[in-house]
């Protein structure tokens, strides 16, 4: 069984990498003009849900669900051939 200081030596520069790549995403959102749609907030959400688990959750399964589409009905039709990656607003 790995310890944490084990998974720290295998996993610490490509986490820091990812996080280094989310802040260069949001610093270029920011700079930019125009306004953002729904997946901006979407992604705050997911990132205030991995710092904050809800209660049972693993912070993994805290962003899936935050990024998840909790509709039950189904759509009448599909209007696009690919996903956005966050559920977009009602």
């Known amino acids: 069984m790995p310890t944490k200081k084990d998974i720290q030596?295998?996993?610490?520069?490509?986490?820091?990498f990812k996080l280094l790549e989310i802040a260069s995403?949001?610093?270029?959102?920011e700079r930019h003009d125009g306004e953002?749609?729904?997946r901006h907030?979407?992604?705050l959400n997911a990132l205030q849900a991995m710092q904050n688990p809800p209660e049972g959750k693993t912070r993994a399964q805290a962003v899936h669900l935050a990024f998840s589409d909790h509709s039950t009905?189904?759509?009448d039709s599909a209007t696009i051939?690919?996903?956005y990656g966050a559920p977009q607003p009602e």
């Open 73 to 75: 009905e189904p759509a």
């Open 36 to 38: 953002a749609d729904f």
């Open 81 to 83: 051939q690919f996903a």
């Open 9 to 16: 030596d295998l996993y610490f520069m490509d986490a820091r």
């Open 25 to 29: 995403f949001l610093d270029r959102i």
């Open 41 to 43: 907030p979407a992604f």
